[in-house]
């Protein structure tokens, strides 16, 4: 039929060559024309048979593409699709295309075998705001650099030896915080951020600053990022939506402004509160459905813009707010202009604040950094070297907060599996004492529950998106250039396929066959830290911390769960 058609069209535009061309022959021509494209969009056009498909999943719309349909816990929702599409399926966020992988053979893949093409971040909105315009690890396309100086600078066995003594102080103040409320409840979630915020925060200038000025820092860091990660976590779906626009916009002002005043965050952050998928968010996401008990009274909103216009200016506020801390910290610096001498004068015992005694002979990472810039081991810009400190504090606190808050729950709730590992640590540190960091090598009982934690429990259960560099083929898909991917480790750690009952709580199985239990990237049923280039550049130093903090915990302190 289409064959007839085409010919008596091609025909007729034959005919027409030969004849004079009448008005009713224009319309002819235009419409050969118009078939002749078509036929040629079809045939030519049409995806070989040699082009592989895009990987199956759930139909989107135009333009919100499979928002409507988004449940809040991203990783849960999309191993539910897992089930109905298969271990490699499509999404779309908006217009943004997702690549979503739930099996370990196809992590490998992305993270091991096609490593270089997708070692790309595909960094979110909150990424930008945070990091100064993308200037990040996690952001930047100089990330090989920065995590160069991160790594060794302050993960090197030397660097975190020479910190310990900061880790120690951060402890044992939040054990001394702890006997200070006993008998009344205890939000594990909160003292471990609490801590690792601490442990972060002097690791980067816990030796600059004296002691007044440090506790001035340190309470208004604190409270700037508590309220910061909040207003991040109620907008974290739309911050990633946003992330292509915001990042370009920025990267733009930065050019015209290399140092990125307070001023040009500003006009960024305007910019940011207007955007169309915090509208969408707020609107389609947020939205009760019928069944739902109402929600609390609150301001009007506006039909797509809902309340963003009166609740995103916080974001700038915040913003300004930690410029406003940094300023004095890096002018402090520069002031002296990095003189050794001073490096001297400032860690000398007595004269010393707070933190310079704890980090004794240490520099922090402040410091370092300044120096290597000086002896030009490495150029980085000011907002680089803030955007450094913010991986630092960002990449520590939330991760080990949320893996000793998920402990502690494991723990309350297997009265068996705590006493067997309080019984561990009886056995290895007096009862009056205190758990150092040098016992943690002989706990194997409490290293297994932190890795179970981190199996259950992974803080990044979809790793960070990827984008890959170049059109790619996986599994008989093609893999658009540009695409997100996320690795849904949540669920790969959960498949039972490769764990035997993966849904409960089992930190014996890591003592059974220690081999499961790597989590340095080789291992792609277990990727608690990711893997490939952009693997956790902190194992060193979460591997420390998480379990000298839960230890002091189970060991110093006895636990029960409130009543109800
Ligand atoms: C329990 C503790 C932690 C867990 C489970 C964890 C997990 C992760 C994961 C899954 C990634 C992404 C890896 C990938 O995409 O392949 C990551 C990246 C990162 N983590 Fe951690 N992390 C932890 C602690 C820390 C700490 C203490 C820091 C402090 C410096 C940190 C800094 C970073 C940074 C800077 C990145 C970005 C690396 C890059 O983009 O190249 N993390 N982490």
Known sequence: MLSKLFHSFVGLSFEFKEHTITSCGVVSILLAATFA?????????????????????PRALPLVGNILSVEPNLHRYFAKLSQIYGPIFKFYLGRKLCIVIGSPSLAKQVLKEHDVVFANRDPSAAASVLTYGGKSIGASPEWPKLRQVLVRETMSNTSLNSSSAIRRQAVLRSMKDVSGRVGSPIKVGELMFLTSLDVATRMLWGASLRGEDWDAVAIQFREVLEEMFQVLGD?????????????SVYSKRMDMDEEGTPDSNLAFCEF?????????????????????????????????????????????LYFAKLSQIYGPVFKFYLGRKFSAKIFESLLRPGQSGQGRNEGKSSKDFLQTLLELQQQGDYSLSMDQIKALFMDLVIGSTDTT?????????????????????????????????????????????????????????????????????????????????????FINAWAIQRNPEVWENPQD??????????KIGDF????????????????CPAIPLAEKIVPYVLANLLHLFKWSLLEG
């Open 505 to 514: 709580f089992q930190p014996d199985r890591f003592l059974k066959d220690v």
């Open 520 to 535: 340095r990237g080789n291992n792609f049923n277990y990727l608690p830290f990711g893997s490939g280039r952009r693997i």
């Open 272 to 316: 940011y509160d207007a955007t169309f998928a915090i509208s969408c968010y707020a609107w389609f996401i947020k939205k009760p459905t019928r069944s739902s008990p109402p929600l609390p009274p609150g301001p009007r909103a506006l039909p797509l813009a809902g309340n963003i216009l009166s609740v995103e200016p916080n974001l700038h």
């Open 401 to 485: 907060s949320i893996t000793v808050e998920w402990a502690m729950s494991e723990l309350l709730q297997k009265p068996e599996v705590m006493r067997k590992a309080c019984n561990e640590l009886e056995q290895v540190v007096a009862l009056d004492s205190v758990v150092e960091e040098f016992h943690l090598a002989k706990l194997p009982y409490l290293e297994a529950n932190v890795k179970e934690t981190l199996r259950l429990h992974p803080p990044a259960p979809l790793l960070t998106s990827r984008r890959p560099s170049v059109t790619s083929n996986l599994s008989g898909y093609t893999i658009p250039k540009g695409s997100t991917i």
């Open 37 to 57: 494209i078509s036929c040629y969009a079809w045939f030519i056009k049409k995806p070989t048979r040699s082009t592989p498909p895009l990987p199956p999943g």
């Open 235 to 247: 907008y974290l779906m739309p911050l990633m939506f946003t992330s292509e626009v915001v990042h």
